[in-house]
């Protein structure tokens, strides 16, 4: 195959990977097509070519029959069945006889110029693959990592085409962070089937422990405050999750949650600088306050010494100095105690300050508004819209 033509092949297998069908399709062509598509994109191109010939059965659109030309183009160079090739131009060549201005003509000539030179070469006697009928059903779903057991047996990966017996079949599908759906899909006699199937998410769980009393926030959301009596759950994704409490430096990180699975979150919070200050101010403004009791009370013991002196008639010189002494010693106490009242006060307030001042902020959440669905721990379903602040 040459270089144009190899690099021609990817640009048209990602076309039909990202193919969609709009505007009154049949809901069965729908479904085929979606199945289809999987198989293409997972490189199972005869499955693909099955399903596309049963979207196109139900809707003969463009789209479809463009696509189908493409499977059995695929599967061709993978087995070399010249039936595939037969069929492939068959099929692009009544596209470019159906759709003159199709989107794509172009594409569908340059396949052509291709193909058709190998077709010219095949033996008018070649065998081909496509004559037989079976009974079938593709299994198809979105779900990352998804399998399916058919009637108890082994899981195998989807998108996978089975080769049944025509009834019922139990089929259950399963895939990581997903709940298993459990199914009956009858297969019809000589014909696809294809059971899609939509996985239900798992929520992702998301426990915090900590001190009490802190907010936690998720994408710039309130979600609550600890202690939550069991963990958040939430949507698997990325989140942005900040922990704040006053008077602690806060936690503010990308967390990654994931389907299924129990994230424990450490929400011990160490206290700020300030708030280390400002208890120590506090211990400080409480020893000063102490001191001044002390000095209340020495002034006090001072001024009943000298009031008892005064209680006295006749007085010796000594004792006039002792009166003179406790008066001084009295001025002097009430002196530091004011003092140090004075320090207390300030202290405290100083203190005092620095608590209700220390709110440390938290960085902001990268991009732009975001929306997570959620459970609360009181049980009530809702979402969290989120912006940046």
């Known amino acids: 195959m040459s270089a144009r033509l190899a690099t021609l092949s990817i640009v048209l297998a990602a076309a039909v990977a990202h193919a969609d069908l709009k505007g009154g399709t049949s809901e069965d062509a729908r479904r085929y097509f979606e199945a289809g598509k999987q198989a293409y994109e997972a490189e199972q191109f005869a499955a693909a070519a099955l399903a596309f010939e049963e979207a196109y059965r139900a809707d003969p659109r463009p789209a479809i029959l463009f696509s189908l030309a493409q499977a059995h183009r695929k599967q061709y160079y993978l087995d070399r069945d010249p039936g595939r090739l037969r069929h492939a131009v068959d099929l692009y060549r009544k596209y470019v006889a159906e759709n003159p201005n199709g989107t794509r003509m172009a594409d569908a000539l340059q396949i052509l110029s291709t193909l058709e030179p190998l077709h010219a070469k095949l033996p008018a006697a070649a065998a081909s693959a496509l004559t037989a009928s079976t009974t079938q059903i593709l299994v198809s779903s979105r779900s990352p990592g998804a399998a399916v057991s058919?009637?108890?047996?082994?899981?195998?990966?989807?998108?996978?085409?089975?080769?049944?017996?025509?009834?019922?079949?139990?089929?259950?599908?399963?895939?990581?962070?997903?709940?298993?759906?459990?199914s009956t899909?009858?297969?019809?006699?000589?014909?696809?089937?294809?059971?899609?199937?939509?996985?239900?998410?798992?929520?992702?769980?998301?426990?915090?422990?900590?001190?009490?009393?802190?907010?936690?926030?998720?994408?710039?959301?309130?979600?609550?405050?600890?202690?939550?009596?069991?963990?958040?759950?939430?949507?698997?994704?990325?989140?942005?999750?900040?922990?704040?409490?006053?008077?602690?430096?806060?936690?503010a990180r990308e967390i990654t949650l994931r389907r299924g699975e129990e994230l424990k979150i450490d929400g011990d919070l160490p206290a700020t600088g300030q708030r280390i200050v400002a208890w120590g101010l506090l211990v400080g403004a409480g020893a000063l306050a102490i001191g001044g009791g002390t000095t209340t009370l020495l002034a006090l013991k001072a001024q009943s010494d000298a009031e008892g002196f005064l209680d006295?008639?006749?007085?010796?010189?000594?004792?006039?100095?002792?009166?003179?002494?406790d008066v001084a010693r009295r001025d002097r106490l009430v002196t530091t105690s004011i003092v140090l009242y004075s320090g207390a006060a300030l202290l405290g307030a100083t203190a005092l300050f620095l608590f209700l001042a220390d709110n440390p902020s938290v960085e902001a959440p990268p991009g732009g508004p975001s929306i997570t669905p959620m459970v609360t721990p009181e049980g009530d379903v809702g979402v969290s819209l989120g912006t940046p602040f």
């Open 185 to 251: 899909v009858i297969a019809v006699e000589g014909r696809l089937v294809v059971h899609a199937t939509a996985l239900k998410e798992k929520p992702a769980r998301l426990a915090i422990r900590g001190d009490d009393g802190a907010s936690v926030s998720l994408d710039g959301r309130l979600v609550g405050q600890t202690p939550f009596p069991r963990p958040l759950e939430l949507t698997a994704g990325r989140r942005f999750l900040t922990i704040s409490a006053r008077g602690h430096r806060p936690v």
């Open 312 to 325: 006295g008639q006749d007085h010796t010189d000594p004792e006039r100095a002792a009166y003179e002494d």
């Open 150 to 182: 058919l009637d108890g047996g082994q899981p195998v990966k989807i998108p996978v085409l089975l080769d049944v017996k025509p009834g019922q079949h139990r089929a259950v599908v399963t895939a990581p962070g997903f709940e298993p759906d459990t």
